[in-house]
T-cell receptor, first 111, second 113 residues
């Protein structure tokens, strides 16, 4: 069965420091990978996605993630976080119709 | 476009009661899904639909029914609510096969006492 593992449930980080949120996926076939962000009391918003092509994908607000097939990972990084990045982040995978989500990482940016 | 809308935002039910969570989208998306979100468990797929008249089960379908009579609407029915169904429910839609960007509604917070 497909599964996504997010290795850290909570990540506190100081403002302007770098951050990495870790995600490992399980599928051994062609897989599509995503990071979603959820702000308090809201639905999920797509942050970035890997479908094919370049293994490094970027979002418009400075996040990036790298697809690593040999390590079955899709870690999310940002070189300098802002207070507004405080949110819950979910990694997800799909090979077709069904999406599988990780348990989420709560990122708290400390002023 | 309103995107994906869900009603109600909050609901409290007693054990054994039934109710329908509404979901609608105005983007003419073929695919629609229902998820539940529980602390420490992420989002889990309940049911999904790949078009009007077509539905299928996800990871956690027990206790829930769905139907898809129109492209726009995808209601989720709880036939006999149980405390284990206390959760936040999200509806999502995406354009079609090969389109993987999901759009999520704002959620319905359900408490079953």
């Amino acid at each position: 069965a497909q599964s996504v593992t997010q290795l850290d449930s909570q990540v506190p980080v100081f403002e302007e420091a770098p951050v990495e949120l870790r995600c490992n996926y399980s599928s051994s076939v062609s897989v599509y990978l995503f990071w979603y962000v959820q702000y308090p009391n809201q639905g999920l918003q797509l942050l970035l996605k890997y479908l094919s092509g370049s293994t490094l994908v970027e979002s418009i607000n400075g996040f990036e993630a790298e697809f690593n097939k040999s390590q079955t990972s899709f870690h999310l990084r940002k070189p300098s976080v802002h207070i507004s990045d405080t949110a819950e982040y979910f990694c997800a995978e799909t090979t077709g119709n069904q999406f599988y989500f990780g348990t989420g990482t709560s990122l708290t940016v400390i002023p | 476009n309103a995107g994906v809308t869900q009603t109600p935002k909050f609901q409290v039910l007693k054990t054994g009661q039934s109710m329908t969570l509404q979901c609608a989208q105005d983007m003419n998306h073929e695919y629609m899904s229902w998820y539940r979100q529980d602390p420490g468990m992420g989002l889990r797929l309940i049911h999904y639909s790949v078009g009007a008249g077509i539905t299928d089960q996800g990871e956690v379908p027990n206790g829930y029914n769905v139907s898809r009579s129109t492209t726009e609407d995808f209601p989720l029915r709880l036939l006999s609510a149980a405390p284990s169904q206390t959760s936040v429910y999200f509806c999502a839609s995406r354009r079609a096969a090969g389109s993987y960007e999901q759009y999520f509604g704002p959620g319905t917070r359900l408490t079953v006492t």
